[in-house]
């Protein structure tokens, strides 16, 4: 059984719409407050603009772990 780890980001956009990222592999230990100032950072530095629409609110944060499980074929 292997589990994969992602970290969602979303954020409201100027336009109003909500974008979310996904983190691969995020490190492991992470706090709410690490989440929440990395946020805040993206959003003052201005760096992300998907279709041209900055993004201007935190939204939500989530990690998302998976288990798969693969069946031998015969």
Do not use: Y
Not at 12 to 29: N, Q
Not at 32 to 59: C, H, Q, R
Request: charged share 20%; net charge positive; proline share 4%.
């Amino acid at each position: 059984m292997a589990a994969n780890t992602v970290l969602q980001l979303s954020f409201k956009r100027a336009d109003l719409k909500v974008t979310t990222m996904s983190i691969t592999e995020p490190k492991a230990g992470l706090t709410v407050g690490e989440v929440n100032t990395a946020m805040a950072a993206m959003i003052a530095k201005n760096v992300f603009a998907p279709d041209g629409s900055p993004l201007e609110a935190k939204v939500r944060a989530e990690l998302v772990i998976t288990d798969k499980s693969a069946f031998a074929m015969s």
